[in-house]
């Protein structure tokens, strides 16, 4: 059974940067692709960023030129690097990954202060 495992959450001030990582428990090039995407109190989740198993990226229009997504193929890792943060970037983090299944990880909270 397919495992993605969220980390590198936290508490921040404004301005500043965090990176999130999400380890899958196989090869993350099995996938179609990773997207991370965010869930705020009250609001419905949203799509933050994704890459293809080809290496495409693209981003929100709310967190482009902020937020960096990348991987690591020899950990089966994908992270999302986190600059220039705004108290309105404070949510849970999920990572998904995509073939002809859904699998979701547990989520790691980002909280920015103003």
């Known amino acids: 059974q397919v495992q993605l495992v969220e980390s590198g959450g936290g508490l921040v001030q404004a301005g500043g940067s965090l990176r999130l990582s999400c380890a899958a428990s196989?090869?993350?090039?099995?996938?179609?692709?990773v997207r991370w995407f965010r869930q705020a109190p009250g609001k419905q989740r949203e799509w933050v960023a994704f890459?293809?198993?080809?290496?495409?990226?693209n981003y929100a229009d709310s967190v482009k030129g902020r937020f960096t997504i990348s991987r690591e193929n020899a950990k089966n890792t994908v992270y999302l690097q986190m600059n220039s943060l705004k108290p309105d970037d404070t949510a849970v983090y999920y990572c998904?990954?995509?073939?002809?299944?859904?699998?979701w990880g547990q989520g790691t909270q980002v909280t920015v202060s103003s």
């Open positions: 196989t090869s993350i090039l099995s996938f179609a692709g």
């Open positions: 998904n990954a995509w073939n002809s299944n859904d699998y």
């Open positions: 890459i293809t198993n080809s290496g495409n990226t």
